[in-house]
């Protein structure tokens, strides 16, 4: 379409099931002809700048990698189906090296220097904790593809959203009857000593208290520890299941200690996937571990009823039936955390498009737009499942999945529903100026 001087003037592609599909298709490498998006030359073609703060370095670095690789196949699919408001959709990357302070600068870097519409991707909560205050007061909206209640808590500012990924708070109620249903009713928790870790800590034992079981001991243990057989003895004889979340580079470290400290006759494990993401489940020396249960947002392993939509994401970031990269099956993924940074990036192209984004003046009306947001099915989009979303504590909830480690691969064995992870928010950003 141009106007009366042969300019071209960019129209709005709508966000439809056959867009994203075709996005979909385009970013697993089903569509590659050049030139299949033409974008606009009017001035509003310009792109539109994500700046994505990643932990490259850090004891985050294996999620940093599949968050990037995640990314770039989501902005791919994207573009190929007529970007953001008929605009493309470029992503600049700094490293925050998994740290608080560092953070905060790269969050400053892409106010400042780089000029971004937007702050994204963070997982690490110490580094969404540290680099808020940032982003609150340069105005610029943060979305967030970690897990802690920090931001449903209402701890942040109204620049901080999290509508891609579910909370701690929402997937421990949601799991905690399943556990003591089916596991046992005294557990013991194992968990890393900073806000993550505390996140398990504070919810998890009053969801299975209302599920009729106790916590009776809890073990925080420092993140970046390389040996924990020191901590072993510190969990009770009375222990009946030991709920471990671990994180970073030690964790294969962890699971291999507690089957060397426990041999076959130790108390039932249930661990949130975290304390194996990146990690290759049949390593030696996890053979114990086979039979016990992991928390998983979404499966590392393909499941026989995958919908089209999950095979068509999992062919569009590479991984292959078992979770690890097409081009490398040692390059195991962390499939139960990297899907967030995909259905953030829809959530944030739904949004620009309902405030009609046009550059940061917009900002504030971007953060409204999100805000308004309800509910989002599953399919191209959020292939993970359905999610509704909460506008006035800026989180998602959705459903929780629990596998089981069997025959050397992860089959889900229940999945929760939305509305078992769902509490009474204790906070309103709307009621925050902006």
């Not at 943060?142 to 209402?154: I, L, R």
């Not at 949130?272 to 947002?297: C, K, M, Q, R, T």
């Not at 917009?362 to 509704?388: C, M, N, S, W, Y």
Request: charged share 20%; glycine share 10%.
């Amino acid at each position: 379409m141009t106007d009366s001087k042969g300019i071209l003037i960019p129209t709005k592609v709508p966000i439809t099931r056959r867009n994203a599909l075709k996005g979909l298709a385009a970013a697993g490498g089903l569509i590659a002809a050049p030139g299949f998006v033409r974008y606009a030359q009017a001035e509003s073609s310009s792109p539109i700048r994500i700046g994505f703060q990643s932990h490259r370095t850090g004891i985050g670095a294996a999620y940093g990698r599949w968050y990037e690789r995640t990314t770039s196949a989501a902005i791919k699919a994207i573009n190929a189906a007529g970007g953001i408001n008929g605009r493309p959709v470029e992503v600049i990357i700094e490293d925050d090296g998994t740290d608080a302070g560092r953070g905060a600068e790269v969050v400053a870097k892409f106010a400042k220097q780089h000029k971004t519409d937007i702050v994204y991707g963070t997982l690490f909560s110490n580094v969404v904790i540290g680099s808020a205050p940032t982003a609150g007061e340069l105005k610029i909206p943060y979305y967030v593809v970690s897990e802690g209640y920090h931001v449903a808590s209402g701890k942040l500012n109204r620049w901080c959203l999290q509508p891609g990924i579910t909370d701690v708070r929402a997937q421990v109620t949601s799991v905690a009857p399943w556990v003591a249903a089916n596991l046992g009713k005294k557990i013991t928790m194992v968990f890393p000593d900073y806000a993550f870790g505390y996140d398990h800590r504070d919810y998890l034992p009053p969801a299975l208290e209302k599920a009729g079981a106790e916590v009776v001991a809890k073990i925080a243990i420092p993140p970046t520890e390389s040996s924990f057989t020191k901590y072993f003895p510190q969990i009770p004889s009375e222990t009946e299941v030991i709920y471990h979340v671990m994180v970073g580079p030690a964790v294969l470290t962890f699971v291999k200690e507690l089957g060397e400290f426990y041999g076959s006759n130790g108390p039932k494990l249930f661990g949130f996937i975290d304390s194996l993401e990146a990690v290759d489940i049949n390593s030696p020396g996890l053979e114990y571990i086979d039979g016990s249960h992991f928390w998983e947002g979404s499966p590392r392993y393909s499941q026989p009823n995958d919908t089209d939509a999950e095979k068509a994401y999992r062919a569009a970031v590479g991984i292959d039936d078992n979770g690890a990269s097409v081009d490398d099956p040692k390059d195991v993924s962390t499939a139960a955390h990297m899907f967030g940074c995909w259905e953030t990036l829809y959530v944030i192209k739904q949004a620009m498009e309902d405030a009609g984004y046009k550059g940061p003046q917009d900002r504030a009306k971007l953060v409204e737009a999100t805000e308004a947001l309800t509910k989002f099915a599953e399919g191209p989009e959020h292939p993970q499942g359905p999610k509704i979303f909460n506008g006035k504590i800026h989180q998602v909830f959705g459903i929780q999945n629990i596998s089981k480690l069997e025959g050397g691969r992860l089959n889900v064995v229940h999945k929760t529903a939305i509305e078992d992870g769902m509490y009474e928010p204790e906070a309103d950003y709307t009621t925050m100026p902006l």
